[in-house]
């Protein structure tokens, strides 16, 4: 009888998603539907409130690595993954989507430049370093990775990016790299860093178009800040 009512109320919870989709469920209640794929003839509910205690909302949930969501009771191996794959499809649909949009995108504004770069760091946990080079009317030629890190820091190679840059014919570089720690306010490196490519670029002719720091779906623009931090000194 017990079993039955459970599968009753999943129906519920399943048609609920069916007919008004997840902006209607809580937190909570999304985990627990999500649960229903990987764990049978078990509530989810009660399991789906110790994730959010244990790591204090839902995306430190779907951010969490396996061996700590098996540590939550009444999560094992198969609900550990299917919580990780769900992260991992919500980076890919948000890479596929800057993907598809990379050719025809012009990146003439501090805002396009970080709409574009944002979802490329879907998912990464480590450091990354990312260059788009792009033509006179600010479209991208190519983009591609130039370094990649631990946690905490990457190297940016000036001469990698310059020679790549003179190869594709373009006229400027936009930069991005992101802080896995979750900040993104950029270091005292990153700042020197941009300078340096800065000078470099610009004696072959080239620009700097922007260097934006990306963190949680974020960013800050470096030529930005340094705008205004010049505007308060005037």
Do not use: W
Request: net charge neutral.
């Amino acid at each position: 009888m017990a079993e039955k009512l459970h599968q009753n109320h999943r129906e519920r919870v399943l048609e609920k998603f069916r007919r008004f989709g997840l902006d209607v469920f809580s937190d909570h209640e999304a985990l627990e539907l999500l649960l229903f794929f990987a764990i049978p003839r078990v509530d989810t509910n009660p399991t789906a409130h110790r994730l959010l205690a244990r790591f204090g909302s839902l995306h430190a949930v779907l951010e969490a690595p396996a061996e700590q969501l098996c540590e939550v009771e009444g999560i094992g191996p198969r609900a550990a993954t299917l919580l990780r794959l769900a992260y991992a499809m919500c980076a890919r649909y948000q890479q596929d989507v800057a993907k598809s949009e990379r050719h025809s995108d012009r990146l003439n504004t501090i805002e396009r430049i970080g709409a574009y770069f944002v979802p490329q760091f879907a998912g990464e946990q480590d450091e990354v370093l990312l260059a788009a080079y792009l033509d006179g009317a600010g479209r991208v030629i190519k983009c591609e990775e130039i370094a990649r890190g631990g946690h905490t820091q990457v190297t940016v190679d000036a001469y990698k990016i310059a020679r790549t840059a003179l190869l594709c014919d373009a006229s400027g570089v936009a930069l991005a790299h992101n802080h896995p720690n979750g900040t993104v306010t950029p270091s005292e490196s990153d700042l020197l860093a941009t300078r340096r490519l800065e000078q470099t670029l610009a004696g072959l002719g080239l620009e700097l178009v922007d260097h934006c720091v990306v963190a949680r779906g974020k960013y800050t623009s470096i030529r930005k800040l340094r705008a205004g931090q010049l505007g308060q000194r005037r």
